[in-house]
C-alpha cells in the first residue's frame, strides 16, 4: 500500500498507536501478512526515517558501509529475517536508534525487543478498508488505461493483500478494455514462450479448454447447458471436466 487506508475499526486502531508511538522513544514493531500496510504504517509513526531492508542493513553493518551513529530512527523491513535478531537490535540500543520494524514470521524475541507492537489484520478482515483500496486501484488503472471499468466486472483477488489486489484490479481492466485481434496477439506470444515447455497438441490445447470449460460453467451452470452452448456431447464435456481436474 502507498498509503495507509484506516476506514475500519482495525485500522484505526493501529492508526492511533501508530501515532502514539510517533512521540515516544521506544522500539516498535509492526507485524502483519505481505501486503496489509505494514511500511505505510511505519511512515507515519516516522515520515523522516530512512528505511532499510533488514538483511541489507545487517550486511552494511558488517561491511561497515554505514555508521550506527549517523541514525537516531531507522525503518527496517523484514526484521523476522535477519539472523540473530535480538543482538542485531541491542546493537542498535547502544546507539540509541529509535528502531521501527516489520515482520512476517513470528519470532520468540519480538515480545522482550519491542515495547509496541502493532499487528495489522489482512485486508480480508478490513472490509471497509479494502473497498476503498479497491477503488483507488482502479481509479489509476481505469486513468492508465483509458478505460471506464466498473469494479464490479473485475474478479477481485486479495490472498495476497493489496499486492494480489492491484494485480488483479489491473489485469481485469486490461482484459475488459482489450478486443479479440489483441487477446489473438497475446495468446500468440504466450505460446510462443510454452513452447519451449510443452511442444504436443493436446498439452497446448489445455491452454484454451480450461478457461473455456470455466468460463461456461460460470455462465450457465449446468453440465447440459454448457455442453449445449459449446455444441458438444455432454460425455465428452464432463470427460474433459475430469481431464482437467474442474470438478465442483
Known sequence: MDEFIAQS???KN????ATLASTLPVQVLIFGEVGVGKKSLARIISHDAISYDAVEFQDMISNSSVKLEDFEILILSD?????NIKQFI???EKYNIKLIATATQEKESFGEKFAVRIDLLPLSEREEDLEILSQSYLQVANRL????????????DFSKNSISLRESIYRGVIFDSINETQVETLLEGFLL????EKNEYKELLEIFEIPLIKASRTKYKSQLQMAGALNINRNTLRKKINQYGLEE
Open 90 to 92: 541491542e546493537k542498535l
Open 145 to 156: 488505461f483509458g478505460t471506464d471499468t466498473n469494479i464490479d466486472n473485475i474478479k477481485l
Open 79 to 83: 526484521i523476522d529475517r535477519v539472523n
Open 14 to 17: 493501529a492508526l492511533n498507536m
Open 193 to 196: 514462450k510454452k513452447m519451449d
Open 9 to 11: 475499526v482495525a485500522s
